[in-house]
C-alpha cells in the first residue's frame, strides 16, 4: 500500500503489505503455494530473492510486512520474518548467539520457551548460559547482568502470572549493559503494547495466538527496526528454514485483519469476568493487570493501552477444586493454548507449564490450585455464566 499519511493501526491490520494482485485485481493476496520459481534466465529470477520458497514467498512476506507496520506503527518502517511456530521465531533468535553467551531471561516465561532454553540451548550442549530472574525487582534483574551477556529476554504479562514488567526500564538497563531487549509481545498483541516505543530491539510473537486469532494456525513472528539485525535474522530464517508456509501466512494475515476489533472485545471480556472472578467466594486470588489489586497495576495502566483477555486464579479448594472447575465449563474449552476467538481454560502445573521442574512453579506461585483462562470474544455474561456454574461444583 502507498499512502504517505501516518495511518492507524486499525487501518494498517487490513492494508499493510497487501495491494490487489496485478495479474488480476484480487483484492486478497493469493496463497502463493509454489515450492520454486521458474527463472527467465540463467542466475537471473523475475524478483530478487524469489529463486526458492524457503527464502521467499510472496504471501509470507505479506504477512512479515503487515505485521511489522502494527509493531512499528506504520508501514514500510520496520522488518518482519514468519516462522513455523512460536518456538521456530524463537529457536531462529537464539540462533544469533555464540556458544559462551549468556542471556538473562523473565522468571516466568511459557514452559515451552524455558524447555527450549534449559534443555536444548543449555543443558543441550549448545553453550549458552541462563539466569532466569523475576524482573519486576530490578535490583535482582541488572545484578543478573554478566560481562558476557548478549540478549535479555522479556516476557510481559508473563505466563501464567502474569506479572508486569518495566519495559522502559529494563530495556535502558540492557542497552546500558550492551545485551540486545527482545520482548515477547505474544499475551498483549501491538494493539495492546508496544515494545518499540521503549526501544525494543526484537519483538516475538507466537502468532498462534491473537495475531492469527482463530486457533487454526501455529506460527511464530519476528519483528526488528535495525537493517542489519533483520539482514542477520533473514539469514537464520532462510538458513535454519522454519519459516511459516504461504496457507498458514495467508490465515494468519487474514486474522490480522480484525486483530483490533478483538482486541477490544476482548479487553472488554477480560475486564469484566476478572471483577466478577475477584468477587467470587471459591477462589483465593485472581491475577489480572487490570485489577487495583495486581502488583503493578500502576505500571500496567501506563504501560499497556488494555489488560487484554488472559486471567490467572487460585481455587480455595486446590488441585482437587480445579479439576472439577476445569472440567466443568462447557463454553470454556480445556486446552492449552490461548488469543483465540473462542474462550481456553487450563491448568498450567498440568498442562502447558509442566515441563517447569516442580521446585520452580511453587517458587514463582504456579499452585496446584491455579487456573488460566484465555477470555474470548463470545458474550460476556454467557462466558460468566458458564463459569459460576463449573466455580460452584
Ligand atoms: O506455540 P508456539 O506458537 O510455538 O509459541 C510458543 C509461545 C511463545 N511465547 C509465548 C508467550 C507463548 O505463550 C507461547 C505458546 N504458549 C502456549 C501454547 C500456551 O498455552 O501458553
Known amino acids: 500500500m502507498k499512502i504517505d499519511r501516518k495511518l492507524s493501526l486499525n487501518t494498517l491490520a487490513i492494508h499493510a503489505g497487501q495491494q490487489p494482485d496485478p495479474a488480476t485485481g484480487a483484492i486478497m493476496t493469493p496463497i502463493y503455494q509454489t515450492s520454486t520459481y521458474v527463472q527467465p534466465a540463467l542466475g537471473k529470477p523475475l524478483l530478487p530473492g524469489y529463486e526458492y520458497a524457503r527464502t521467499k514467498n510472496p504471501t509470507r512476506t505479506a504477512f512479515e510486512q503487515c505485521v511489522a507496520a502494527l509493531e512499528c506503527e506504520g508501514d514500510n518502517i520496520g522488518y518482519g520474518a514468519a516462522f513455523a511456530s512460536g518456538c521456530g521465531a524463537e529457536t531462529t533468535v537464539m540462533h544469533l548467539l555464540e556458544p559462551g553467551d549468556h542471556v538473562v531471561v523473565s522468571d516466568d516465561v511459557y514452559g515451552g520457551t524455558f524447555r527450549m532454553f534449559d534443555k536444548v540451548f543449555f543443558a543441550g550442549g549448545k553453550g549458552i548460559q541462563f539466569t532466569y530472574v523475576d524482573m519486576t525487582n530490578l535490583a535482582a534483574y541488572e545484578a543478573a547482568f554478566k560481562p558476557n551477556t548478549k540478549l535479555v529476554w522479556i516476557e510481559t504479562p508473563t505466563n501464567p502470572m502474569l506479572k508486569v514488567i518495566d519495559l522502559e526500564q529494563t530495556i535502558a538497563i540492557a542497552h546500558k549493559k550492551k545485551a540486545l531487549a527482545l520482548v515477547d ?145 462447557k463454553i470454556f474449552a480445556l486446552a492449552e493454548s490461548l488469543g483465540g476467538v473462542e474462550s481456553l481454560i487450563e491448568h498450567p502445573g498440568i498442562m502447558t507449564h509442566a515441563s517447569v521442574p516442580p521446585e520452580n512453579r511453587k517458587a514463582l506461585g504456579i499452585d496446584d490450585g491455579l487456573i488460566r483462562i484465555s477470555v474470548g470474544v463470545e458474550s460476556v455474561d454467557d462466558l460468566w455464566e458458564d463459569l459460576k456454574i463449573a466455580l460452584a461444583l
Open 185 to 329: 509481545n505474544t499475551f498483549m498483541s501491538p494493539m495492546l503494547q508496544k515494545p518499540f516505543r521503549f526501544g525494543a530491539d526484537i519483538v516475538l510473537h507466537s502468532a498462534t495466538k491473537y495475531l492469527n486469532g482463530h486457533s487454526d494456525v501455529v506460527s511464530g513472528v519476528t519483528v526488528v527496526k535495525d537493517k542489519a539485525l533483520a539482514d542477520k535474522i533473514y539469514f537464520l530464517q532462510k538458513s535454519l528454514g522454519a519459516v511459516a508456509g504461504p496457507m498458514d501466512s495467508w490465515l494468519a494475515m487474514r486474522g490480522l485483519k480484525t486483530l483490533p476489533l478483538r482486541m477490544e472485545r476482548h479487553d472488554f471480556n477480560g475486564r469484566a469476568i476478572a471483577q466478577k472472578l475477584a468477587e467470587h467466594s471459591e477462589i483465593a486470588k485472581v491475577i489480572y493487570p487490570g485489577l487495583k489489586t495486581h502488583a503493578q497495576h500502576a505500571l500496567s495502566s501506563k504501560q499497556m493501552s488494555g489488560f487484554g483477555g488472559m486471567i490467572t486464579f487460585v481455587m480455595k479448594g486446590g488441585l482437587e477444586k480445579a479439576r472439577k472447575v476445569v472440567a466443568g465449563t
